[in-house]
């Protein structure tokens, strides 16, 4: 997931948008909502693609726990 980061040259995007939210005190699960309609913002084709690069990176800095 950090190659598509990288790859997609939209890192400092991604982390200032989700970090955003995070010191807003937005919940997880609707920072994952809110971010799904962004995939053209962090440079990924689907939604689908936006929720599993939100998950990595929320679940990297331990805001999201894996089930």
């Known amino acids: 997931m950090t190659n598509l980061i ?3 040259g939209n890192q400092q995007t991604v982390v200032y ?3 955003r939210f995070i010191k807003a005190e ?3 699960n609707q920072i994952i909502a ?4 962004m995939k053209n913002n962090f440079g990924v084709t689907t939604e ?3 929720e599993k690069l939100v998950k990595w990176y929320l679940t990297s800095l331990g805001y999201l726990t894996v089930d």
């Open 48 to 50: 689908d693609e936006a």
């Open 26 to 28: 937005i919940e997880s």
């Open 6 to 8: 990288l790859e997609k």
């Open 34 to 37: 809110i971010t799904r309609t």
């Open 17 to 19: 948008v989700l970090d």
